[in-house]
């Protein structure tokens, strides 16, 4: 029996349109939903399998929007998608100040597959800043989303968003709104086939995605490249936002994390942290790239491998730690291709609201720890592979910290490992080595 065609049995009450208050979830050892009987909770929730589990033929967008509107009414709960290939030709947006967890029986086992054009494609999360969940006492919490154990797809180029995380407002604290994405895999369902952004995020407060795999893959005339726009958007008009991505693969995408800030910019509107662990960035054009003028508070990377076109960590930061990981050019890299390039040049032109917060003057202090890691240059072309500062000299804001040490370059041609732009003070360079240690530039003193 192929388990893709499996048909999910044992759940005779929960069907579209019927929700189970309060619910008891039976799962097996495969993730499998086995039973749910009703239970004695509070909260007033629902679990929703979509058309009883069973995959239906054509578009099941009817199905699946009737189950939204079960879990509305019931004020939050779980819509459940059995083993089986779904298809929609719709986009479902999943209702407000309600927590929701989207779920399937495992990647490679559910497969939730769009068939609109980008207007009419991919799940979009309106998520809201009011209480949404009322805990233990009278502590209560903004909405809540989780979705996992599911492969997304499109049938289009270009197929819009398929995460879209849309938070208008929220205030900072207790309500905040959270979300997790686990063990999810997005993907076009052919080589022509591909998402234009597979995850969106727009002011969302705490956000997780690990165990996932985003894959942004075309594949015209046999050829594979970089297909969608962006992997993730991270878009951070306000400042209490922390992002961490865990375990995760990104592939094929011109950014497979993309860090803005839209509508203008304020320097106290930087998200607090970006931390990225175990995770692999390959085939993409650039790993980690940030148009923020404000960077991050905090950014983190370790024990990652990096296998990019044009790079790996590059454009405007604040303050980043980098130790642990593997750099590596591809064969077709330009000789424009820098691994790690830290700039922080339109820090100066951005106004400071708090500036009793910051360094005499107004200024943030812009500092960059790069330790540890691995640099291998595959390309036979003048790749460099540290930068740190704006690439006109003496432009840019001074950064007044900077530790390279202990990095190992295996690097080919005559780029740069390290070079040091002329706004840099207080840096320490220490225990790196390279097959060919000539490529190094400090700045020069006036």
């Known amino acids: 029996m192929c388990i893709r065609d499996r048909v999910q049995n044992g759940i005779p009450t929960a ?5 189970i208050a309060n619910p008891t979830i039976t799962v097996n050892d495969k993730g499998v939903i086995t039973s749910i009987t009703a239970g004695t909770g509070t909260q007033g929730f629902a679990v929703v399998s979509v058309n009883n589990g069973a995959p239906v033929s054509g578009s099941a967008a009817t199905q699946i929007n009737a189950a939204l509107t079960t879990l509305t009414t019931n004020g939050g709960g779980v819509l459940y998608f059995g083993p089986g290939n779904w298809e929609t030709n719709v986009k479902h947006t999943i209702p407000a100040s309600i927590p929701v967890r989207i779920m399937g029986a495992g990647m490679g086992i559910t497969f939730v597959k ?3 054009n980008a207007a009419n494609a991919g799940f979009e999360f309106t998520m809201s800043g009011t209480q949404a969940v009322t805990a233990h006492g009278t502590t209560g919490d903004g909405q809540e989303i989780t979705v996992q154990d599911l492969t997304i797809q ?6 819009g968003i398929a995460l879209n995380f849309n938070q208008t407002q929220f205030a900072e604290g207790l309500t905040d709104p959270s979300l997790c994405i686990d063990r999810v895999h997005i993907e076009g369902d052919a080589p022509g086939s591909y998402w234009t952004t597979l995850i969106r995020f727009y002011n969302t407060p705490h956000a997780k995605i690990e165990n996932s795999f985003l894959n942004g893959r075309k594949a015209i005339a046999g050829v594979q490249s970089a297909g969608a726009t962006e992997g993730i958007i991270i878009d951070s008009p306000i400042r209490a936002t922390e992002y961490h991505v865990s375990n995760t693969q990104i592939f094929f995408c011109e950014k497979a994390i993309l860090c ?15 931390y990225i662990v175990n995770c692999g960035f390959v085939a993409n054009d650039h790993a980690i790239y940030s148009t923020n003028p404000a960077g991050f508070l905090s950014m983190q990377v370790s024990n990652s491998h990096f296998s990019n076109r044009l790079g790996s960590i590059v454009g405007n930061f604040l303050q980043a730690i980098v130790t642990g990981n593997n750099f590596y050019t591809r064969g077709d890299a330009p000789s424009s291709h820098t691994v790690i390039h830290f700039d922080t040049a339109f820090l100066p032109a951005i106004a400071t609201s708090n500036p009793e917060h910051y360094a005499p003057g107004g200024r943030k202090i812009p500092s960059f720890v790069v330790n540890g890691n691995f640099f291998v240059n595959n390309s036979t072309n003048n790749c460099h592979a540290v930068v740190i500062g704006h690439n006109a000299t003496g432009a840019g804001e001074t950064i007044e910290g900077v530790v390279i040490s202990n990095n190992f370059f295996q690097w080919s041609q005559s780029g740069h490992c390290i070079l040091i732009r002329s706004t840099i003070r207080n840096h320490t360079l220490t225990g790196n080595r390279s097959v060919s240690y000539t490529h190094l530039t400090l700045p020069t003193k006036a």
């Open 260 to 274: 803005q800030l839209s509508g203008g910019g304020n320097i106290d509107a930087d998200a607090e942290g970006l």
């Open 114 to 116: 769009f068939t609109g």
């Open 154 to 159: 499109t049938s289009q180029a270009n197929g």
């Open 15 to 19: 069907q579209q349109g019927v929700g």
